[in-house]
């Protein structure tokens, strides 16, 4: 599966959270939002080889939601309930189309 086809559900996803602020918050969600996509692209690819458990999967996850909302922390008018807000209905958006591609309920 191209999981980058979810990037503009994400970022619309995302968009009404940051809604005030998203002329500035659109670049780094967009950055952040297209890593994400790529380490759910190599969890996929690791889970076919066999080399990552759901717990270790989930855990990376975790730590990406976590550098979202760093990145996001540093655009000047953003709040952290905005932010949280747009990460979870960008990872919304994509969830069961993740969940179903990888085989486990990761998001």
């Known amino acids: 599966m191209n999981f980058s086809s979810l990037l503009p559900d994400m970022l619309n996803a995302a ?5 005030k602020e998203w002329t500035k ?3 780094y969600a967009e950055q952040q939002l297209q890593s994400f996509i ?3 692209e190599r969890i996929a690819l690791l889970k076919l080889e066999g080399t ?3 717990e270790q999967a ?3 996850i975790s ?3 976590h550098s979202m909302t760093t990145v996001l922390l ?3 008018g953003l709040g952290l309930l905005a932010i949280e807000s747009a990460i979870n209905a960008a990872l919304g958006v994509a969830r069961d189309t993740i969940n179903t591609a990888i085989g486990w309920k990761i998001l």
């Open 38 to 40: 790529q380490s759910m």
């Open 58 to 60: 989930k855990l990376m």
């Open 63 to 65: 730590m990406h939601k």
């Open 15 to 19: 968009k009404a959270p940051l809604a």
């Open 52 to 54: 990552i458990t759901e």
């Open 74 to 76: 540093t655009v000047k």
């Open 25 to 27: 918050a659109n670049p």
